[in-house]
């Protein structure tokens, strides 16, 4: 277990090395460059010089990179210029990184909540009206566009109902007490009860628009498996020899078919938290999906930077405990892996 974890690190620290390359070079392929996304139409050619001077932009592309990867490994990305100017990128984004990661953990348990049972039991009762519904619920979920469903749903829910806040975190007039930057964890931890409340009102409608694209591939992919399952000699021979149920839920249907569900899962969970832009966008969730358009509209390099860099950390990240969780679900996958 310990050699492949090790194993998958590494491969993982690769990937991550060869983005930053990547991103290293698209940056400053990009039109206009940090210069003039620092300067504007205000500099003059003299300015121009000198700030590419300071920059380091003078030197070599090894030597900018080889300062730029320093730097990065510090966690030093430089000095926001559009989103939030004169803050430290690094800052700006440790600041909206629970916003999105409060979001995204609300949306994939609302999509696990719905998606799941609702898969095996549509596979358990395949042709049914329960399995119809689901199947044209999923196929909505995935056509639909984010940005469309998060307006619908803003627009019935709180202007036409008034029963869920339009946007936001939080309500202005709430004076709620920062501890974890989660404000509805923050609210709990100092059990001021209003504020928990008032946050998770705020939190409920983006989740649910976040959510629609992870319930429908993992009620998908959930009833495909369990299909699959069901179709296995040993489930047969566990309900021949006249076992309980509930054991043959348990230990033969979902434990096997669940290692395609983890791997949709791990893959849902790295895309909300690479950002939501969208959702966060129609919301007005200060994260760093936000922050990502911000950040693309305004040329600030500096926190396109360590907002890329951390949400494809993150997506591997993500993807490194989906690949340990297979070892546990399936020890077969260690013996194999070892013997490769």
């Known amino acids: 277990m310990l050699r492949f974890t090790v194993r998958r690190v590494l491969q993982l620290a690769l990937v991550v090395f060869v983005l930053s390359v990547l991103l290293f ?17 205000r500099g003059t050619a003299e300015s ?16 900018q990179y080889l300062a730029f990867l320093g730097r990065a490994l510090t966690g030093d990305f430089g000095t926001s210029t559009g989103v939030s100017p004169g803050k430290p990128a690094t800052e700006l984004f440790l600041e909206r990184f629970p ?30 009206w329960l399995d ?35 946007g936001g975190r939080q309500s202005a007039g709430i004076d709620a007490t920062r501890v974890t930057g989660f404000f509805v964890l923050d609210g709990i931890l100092t059990r001021e009860w209003d504020a928990a409340l008032d946050a998770l009102k705020h939190l409920l409608l983006p ?37 309980a149920q509930w054991v043959i839920r348990d230990r033969h249907i979902l434990r096997n078919a669940m290692l395609p569900v983890v791997t949709t899962i791990g893959l849902q ?22 922050a990502l358009a911000l950040g693309f509209e305004r040329k600030d390099f500096p926190v396109l930077q360590v907002v890329i860099i951390a949400a494809a950390m993150a997506y591997v990240l993500v993807n490194l405990v989906v690949d340990l969780s297979y070892a546990v679900i399936d020890p077969r996958i260690r013996t194999v892996r070892k013997g490769s």
């Open 48 to 63: 121009r010089a000198q700030l590419r001077e300071a920059l380091g932009l003078d030197e070599p592309i090894f030597v």
């Open 269 to 290: 969970t790295g895309a909300l938290l690479s950002g939501a832009v969208l959702t966060e966008t129609v919301f007005a969730w200060h994260g760093i999906g936000e």
């Open 207 to 243: 989740a649910l628009a976040l959510a629609s694209i992870p319930f429908a591939v993992i009620f998908r992919i959930t009833r495909a498996s369990v299909l699959d399952v069901l179709d296995e000699d040993y489930v047969r021979t566990a309900r021949s020899k006249g076992l």
């Open 132 to 166: 119809n519904v689901g199947v044209v619920g999923s196929m909505i979920g995935i056509s639909i566009p984010i940005f469309f469903l998060a307006f619908l749903l803003k627009y019935l829910l709180s202007i036409e109902l008034g029963l869920l806040p339009t």
């Open 99 to 128: 916003a999105t990661v409060e979001l995204s953990i609300a949306a994939i348990v609302l999509a696990l909540i719905a998606a799941i049972p609702l898969g095996y039991l549509a596979a358990r009762h395949r042709g049914g």
């Open 25 to 41: 070079a698209w940056l400053r392929a990009l039109p206009g460059g940090p210069v003039a996304a620092i300067l504007g139409n």
